[in-house]
């Protein structure tokens, strides 16, 4: 009886995958099939249709964000928080702090632009858990212009790991129009 219940339940759900019911008293019927749904995956009772990744509830993982502010005389080992969020589909990256969290494990393609003030520097990198693994140098100290720099870099990330920005050295100043971090999961 128990496991005709569950089957039906998995039935609907798969044919409903991404259909949602507005009615309030619904709610409580679907947190606790979800519930009964992940016990079943988890002890490989059914496959999973409908989702690519149970834990995250999400199909893509990919965020975009840029500066809200001018960041002037950044020290080394400071981190560059990006307040402007255009895009965050997975919810990974926390504008409070700067940080992107990994919902899930796997390969991610992350980039970064810098745009410097005239005579000025920055020096950024790409930072995994307190590890820089990938380095932006971008020098305008002898022109009258402002210089824009990019870098992109693959990762194998796993569930929970932390990517952001960092200075990797010496002062670093960003114009904060052009200055954006970006990053998605293939």
Not at 66 to 86: C, G, P, Q, S
Not at 126 to 145: A, E
Request: aromatic share 12%.
């Amino acid at each position: 009886m128990l496991l005709t219940f569950v089957l039906l339940m998995i039935t609907i759900q798969c044919g409903l995958c991404e259909k949602v019911s507005p009615k309030p008293g619904l709610k409580f019927f679907r947190e606790d099939y979800k519930s009964v749904e992940e016990t079943c995956l988890a002890v490989g009772f059914v496959k999973n249709n409908c989702r690519k990744d149970i834990r995250t509830n999400h199909r893509a993982v990919a965020f975009d964000v840029r500066l809200k502010d001018h960041k002037r005389n950044l020290a080394t080992k400071a981190r560059v928080v990006f307040k402007t969020v255009d895009l965050n589909e997975g919810f990974g990256y926390d504008a409070s702090t700067g940080i992107f969290t990994a919902p899930s494990g796997g390969i991610y393609v992350f980039d970064w632009t810098t745009l410097t003030f005239q005579g000025h520097v920055a020096y950024t990198s790409l930072v995994v858990n307190d590890q820089y693994k990938s380095w932006n140098y971008c020098r305008d100290s002898n022109s009258n212009t402002h210089l824009l720099c990019s870098k992109m870099t693959v990762v194998k990330l796993k569930q929970e790991d932390k990517v952001w920005i960092g200075v990797f050295s010496g002062k670093t100043n960003l114009h904060s129009q052009y200055t954006s971090f970006s990053g998605y999961k293939l």
